[in-house]
């Protein structure tokens, strides 16, 4: 467990010891782990950071409203199976043999589920990102394949994993997911980091940024999130702003540096006026 | 090393407490504890609220019965406490959220109305709880899904689909001699049903706003096109204060936001403002939903008046009574009447049950 909270770290992930045992666990126990929290935490840098450590691949399947098995999971790739077809119309070969030969796998298209199962070398990460944005039909079919990891070709038959890759789950809360997902995963919610996290995040992405100006970073960050805002900055957003005062070498935060990077964590014509409003009282503090 | 009887009692425990374990789970722990080091009381609770919960909701609950059975382990077992876990205590109410929260739950004795009945989905919300407010969200995010997924019967041509587009992928394959190499998909085009909500927030509502407020917050915050006001004395567009991540929130902005609540009711001259403003934004494909008991100290011709002009642009307009669920409720307060007729549905709104009816009368 440890050893994983390191390894993150060298990827530059501060990593606590509560991801660190959801992880450890995840990996140990072969169930997925599903992440769920806010938007801009590092949900999928969890992800990224795990690939990275393990020295393995990363395949991501983003999830959008309407995704449907054949962008999932497979597709043959047909004007190519067509095109074959009419180089060989003249060709000797029997009916049952051209079918055979359009079959194969030089005509089916991995999509990142299968990708993810036919992977030779070594157990690959995959990623699947934003989960509560796909439709429940398709939350059902996922269950299906994570359950077993083998998935089923008609046309070739039953492909069964070599090495069961370690899933990531993540979702924004968007909206509910069913129980029976929820139950076959491990279960992990991220928040908005406290003070001193996200300090330390700061000044491991971003190196350049001095002392002084990275505690304000993230003090003026953590006053922002209690503020009733309609899109409260995440993480992202934080090292957005550090590396924008770090490009226009500010040393210290003033009104003026303030004014010119608000855009940086704040995307919202309302927000940016209560944020102005309640600024004198962030200055005070 | 933890034994395995203390861990299925805890699952059983946590099981009483309304957290649903399923016996996969509890396999998943005994495998979990195999692995870690069980004298570590972080790691311990850790691994156990990744495998036992499934929902940050779950998380006080949990923490606090970890607490309980963790220190009623054999003490020789714990070798450290570890560091404390830190239980947030709510943040204390303020402004409208706070009168909202704190309402005598006995003052709907007065409101007539009000159910007789006691328990389950007939009770009213008058005296409804905390723990029904998620359920009532829960409603109002499948009445919006139901409405988004709504299809027209028209076609639309899209990139990938599940029906082939032939007439499409006929022209397509004219560049490629004849010959059909890509496919050209098409699907139901979306029906874009909209929905207008006017919330009564006057007095003579008192018992029932702040659950149909948490309606309204819920059909707000659900992907779709919903625009809410509330009136009392006059009419406010509330659609930017109940557009925030948490219903506290909203009632925050609300009450700093929004005059003249409890105070009386004039319904025409809200809706005439109503329709001065906004009646532009409203067609065939909107739905005007007004929830309100109809006490008007206002004119009922104004009343009237409004209604129609409202009943001509939209596509259905409904008027929810929470007073209609007492059996003994007769719409006959002058305003009620001249509302009556311009109404296509008139429909109770007095407890979970009928918000659920709702959802087929929405779908136009």
Redesign the interface.
């Known amino acids: 467990m440890r050893q994983i909270q390191r390894l993150l770290e060298e990827q530059i992930y501060i990593a606590d010891a509560a991801i660190a045992t959801a992880l450890y666990l995840s990996m140990a126990l072969g169930k997925p782990l599903l992440i769920e929290g806010p938007a801009g935490v590092g949900k999928t840098e969890i992800a990224k950071s795990l690939a990275k450590a393990l020295d393995t691949k990363l395949i991501r399947l983003q999830c959008y409203e309407g995704l449907d098995a054949t962008t999932a999971l497979y597709e043959w790739n047909y004007p190519k199976q067509l095109l074959h077809l009419k180089l060989e119309e003249t060709s000797a070969a029997s009916e049952a043999e051209k079918e055979a030969a359009i079959f194969g796998e030089a005509f089916l298209l991995k999509r990142p589920l299968l990708q993810a199962i036919t992977e030779h070398e070594r157990a690959p990460v995959l990623l699947i990102d934003e989960i509560d944005r796909s439709d429940e039909e398709f939350e059902a079919f996922l269950l299906e394949v994570l359950s077993d990891f083998q998935v089923t070709i008609p046309e070739i038959g039953t492909i069964t994993a070599t090495h069961r890759p370690h899933v990531i789950l993540t979702s924004n809360r968007s909206r509910d997911l069913s129980d029976a997902l929820r139950r076959r995963c491990l279960y992990h919610w991220i928040d908005y980091p406290s003070l001193d996290k996200e300090l330390e995040i700061v000044r491991a992405k971003v190196p350049q940024i001095g002392p002084e100006l990275s505690r304000r970073v993230a003090q003026v960050m953590q006053a922002t999130r209690s503020m009733s805002l309609s899109k409260i900055p995440g993480v992202a957003e934080t090292l957005d702003w550090a590396n924008a005062l770090v490009a226009l070498n500010a040393t210290e935060m003033d009104e003026e540096i303030m004014a010119e990077t608000i855009g940086c964590f704040l995307k919202d014509e309302t927000d940016i006026a209560t944020f102005k409003g309640e600024l004198p009282r962030i200055n005070a503090d | 090393m933890l034994g395995l009887e203390s861990l299925v009692g805890f699952c059983r425990t946590l099981r009483e407490h309304g957290l ?1 374990v ?1 016996p ?2 509890v396999v ?1 722990a005994a ?2 504890l195999q ?2 080091d069980t004298k570590d009381r ?2 311990v609770f ?2 156990l ?3 036992l ?4 909701d779950d ?1 006080p609950i949990f923490e606090s019965l970890f607490a309980t059975f963790w220190s009623g382990l054999p003490k020789k077992l714990v070798q450290s406490e570890g560091s404390r876990i830190r239980r947030t205590a709510p943040a204390r109410a303020t402004g409208v959220a706070f009168f909202l929260e704190n309402w005598p739950t006995s003052q709907s004795v007065n409101v007539r109305g009000a159910s007789e009945t006691e328990s389950g989905a007939e009770r009213d919300f008058s005296a409804f709880s905390n723990e029904e407010l998620e359920e009532i969200s ?1 409603i109002a ?1 499948r009445i919006v ?1 139901r409405l988004a997924r709504k299809r027209s019967r028209r076609w639309r041509p899209v990139k ?1 689909g ?1 029906r082939v587009n032939l007439r499409r992928s006929l022209r397509l394959s004219l560049k490629t001699g004849g ?5 050209a998909y098409k699907e139901r085009r979306p029906k874009r049903t909209k929905l207008v909500v006017i919330c009564d927030v006057s007095g003579s509502m008192d018992s029932y706003s702040r659950l149909l407020l948490q309606f309204v917050y819920g059909l707000q915050n659900s ?1 779709a096109k919903v625009e809410s006001f509330v009136f009392a004395t006059s009419l406010s567009r509330i659609t ?1 204060e109940l ?3 948490t219903y506290q ?1 909203a009632l ?2 609300l009450s700093a936001n929004v005059r003249g609540w409890s105070g009386g009711t004039r319904i025409g001259a809200s809706l005439a403002t109503f329709n001065a403003q906004w009646l532009r934004r409203i067609d065939k494909q909107t739905v005007v939903i007004i929830l309100s008991d109809g006490w008007d100290t206002g004119e009922p011709e104004q009343l009237a008046q409004a209604l129609a002009q409202l009943r001509q642009r939209a596509g259905r307009l409904i008027w929810l009574n929470p007073l209609l669920g007492s059996s003994t409720y007769q719409p006959i307060t002058r305003g009620m009447q001249a509302a009556m007729p311009f109404i296509n549905v008139f429909a109770p709104a007095h407890d979970l049950a009928s918000l659920r009816a709702l959802e087929p009368h929405l779908v136009l």
């Open positions: 649903s399923t996969a789970e998943t495998a979990a692995i870690i972080d790691e850790l691994s609220r990744n495998i919960t499934t929902s940050v998380f829960r995010r899904r990938c599940s010959e059909l190499i890509d496919l992907f930017g557009k925030n991540r929130r925050d902005r």
